[in-house]
């Protein structure tokens, strides 16, 4: 079993800042990648952010040199630094992760997390 924790979600005016957290616990034997997808009120959901273990970084357009992703393997931790937040931010964003167990030696899935609401408003 393997469970998927997102923090860090909240309140912002345009132009601020959010940092979300998710920290993937259980049966893990280990995490190819773990990225962040968001959806919005009447919209599909989205990939925003996603990085490999390998150190493969992806961002979507909207998001390049506003977002920062990153990881600590050894608390298998995925981060998102968000920077110069716009209205059109305004989701609520899922964490992903692509997760061999402990319990299965060969197959590999996803796994996601509760979602966390990020609103960006005036």
């Known amino acids: 079993q393997v469970q998927l924790v997102e923090s860090g979600g909240g309140l912002v005016q345009p132009g601020g800042s959010l940092r979300l957290s998710c920290a993937a616990s259980?049966?893990?034997?280990?995490?190819?990648?773990m990225g962040w997808y968001r959806q919005a009120p009447g919209k599909q959901r989205e990939l925003v952010a996603s990085?490999?273990?390998?150190?493969?970084?992806n961002y979507t357009d909207s998001v390049k040199a506003r977002f920062t992703i990153s990881r600590d393997n050894a608390q298998n931790t995925v981060y998102l630094q968000m920077n110069s937040l716009k209205p059109e931010d305004t989701a609520v964003y899922y964490c992903?992760?692509?997760?061999?167990?402990?319990?299965?030696?060969?197959?590999?899935?996803?796994?996601w997390g509760q979602g966390a609401q990020v609103t960006v408003s005036s």
């Open positions: 259980g049966n893990i034997a280990y995490i190819y990648a």
């Open positions: 990085i490999t273990s390998n150190d493969i970084i």
């Open positions: 992903n992760a692509d997760i061999r167990t402990t319990s299965d030696l060969i197959r590999r899935r996803d796994y």
